[in-house]
Nanobody
């Protein structure tokens, strides 16, 4: 059974950091673009950061550039999102998702695949709250 499970969310104060984890079972992440999405009540779910595991290429939405870092650990079949300098606008439910499989050669970049319509699998979400 193909599954994605997120962990690492919680309550932090502005300026602090969190590290989210997305573990996969039933498939290997190497042939997928793995993304982190977030959703705030009243707003559409948006792509935050995505990584194409086969070559480690990445995409970040403008609002998190320089603060968030997406990475992978193939041995653990896990993708991480390191979130630094968090602010109240980062408060949301964060979801892990997988788009693919990617079949090479391809023009499917992390940017083009980091949209809701491209995702095949979703995790259950983890709450991130940034508040003093």
């Amino acid at each position: 059974q193909l599954q994605l499970v997120e962990s690492g969310g919680g309550l932090v104060q502005p300026g602090e950091s969190l590290r989210l984890s997305c573990g996969a079972s039933g498939f290997t992440l190497d042939n997928y673009v793995i993304g982190w999405f977030r959703q705030v009540p009243g707003k559409e779910r948006e792509g935050v950061s995505c990584i194409r595991n086969s070559d480690d290429s990445t995409y970040y939405t403008d609002s998190v550039k320089g603060r968030f870092t997406i990475s992978r650990d193939n041995a653990k079949n896990t993708v991480y999102l390191q979130m630094n300098s968090l602010n109240a606008e980062d408060t949301a439910v964060y979801y892990c998702a997988a788009a693919g499989p990617i079949r090479w050669p391809t023009i499917q970049t992390p940017m083009t695949m980091c949209v809701i319509s491209k995702q095949r699998y979703w995790g259950q979400g983890t709450q991130v709250t940034v508040s003093s």
